[in-house]
């Protein structure tokens, strides 16, 4: 499948543990942010998002904290799975260039170990 | 991949000639775009559209033309492919523009010898 990067940050975690994944952004004008799931041969998937009027968000098994002080964002997972297992990207809207326009951070992989 | 699909899948070819990548989706999505990745660069936004005919540049542009003549398709085009352009190539859809989410198609790895 399509190799999404060879030198990612990895996260490997037991199966049945909770994974924190990090993610520092660069613009404090940043109004909306998004979490992708990749895993190997696909596209991007939809995980979870937020705007920047909230500081967290819950979805199934998935949390998203917002910390705009510092400029950071976390994806939480709650009892991962062996299906976890991908490259986790954030990315953060801004108005740029005359349109908006979502930046995408280089990924971390999540490794779940049974 | 939410209605989205991607022709071809993989593709090589030599430097000079000319590559047209397409994306198709079902959705009836008023936006479209054209992204490239590639190691340590995450996703690239390359060209994307608002509406038929209706087309812009995104950060990485240069090398690449796109045409939307229908609402279901997307056309990228590489006039004279470069090894540079090696890279996979996802088209993404959405309702509300980049301010909003996006789903991804399958991917196009392209390899330009």
């Known amino acids: 499948g399509e190799s999404v990067g060879l030198h990612l940050p990895t996260l490997s975690v037991q199966e049945g543990d909770n994974s924190i994944i990090n993610c520092a952004y660069s613009?404090?004008?940043?109004?909306?942010f998004i979490w992708y799931k990749q895993e190997s041969g696909k596209g991007p998937q939809f995980i979870i998002d937020?705007?920047?009027?909230?500081d967290k968000r819950q979805g199934q098994r998935v949390t998203v904290l917002l910390n705009k002080t510092v400029k950071h964002l976390s994806l939480q997972i709650a009892a991962t799975q062996p299906g976890d297992s991908a490259v986790y990207f954030c990315?953060?809207?801004?108005?740029?260039?005359?349109?908006?326009?979502?930046?995408f951070g280089a990924g971390t992989r999540l490794a779940v170990h049974p | 991949d939410a209605g989205i699909t991607q022709s071809p899948r993989h593709k090589v070819t030599e430097t000079g000639t000319p590559v047209t990548l397409r994306c198709h989706q079902t959705?009836?999505?008023?936006?479209m775009y054209w992204y490239r990745q590639d190691p340590g660069h995450g996703l690239r936004l390359i060209h994307y559209?608002?509406?038929?005919?209706?087309?812009d540049k995104g950060e990485v542009s240069d090398g690449y033309s796109v045409s939307r003549s229908k609402t279901e398709d997307f056309l990228l085009t590489l006039e004279s492919a470069t090894s540079s352009q090696t890279s996979v190539y996802f088209c993404a859809i959405g309702d509300l523009g980049q301010g909003d989410e996006q789903y991804f198609g399958p991917g196009t790895r392209l390899t330009v010898t």
């Open positions: 990315a953060e809207n801004l108005f740029s260039g005359g349109y908006n326009k979502l930046i």
């Open positions: 959705e009836n999505h008023r936006y």
């Open positions: 613009n404090s004008a940043s109004d909306y």
């Open positions: 937020i705007r920047s009027n909230m």
């Open positions: 559209s608002y509406g038929v005919k209706d087309t």
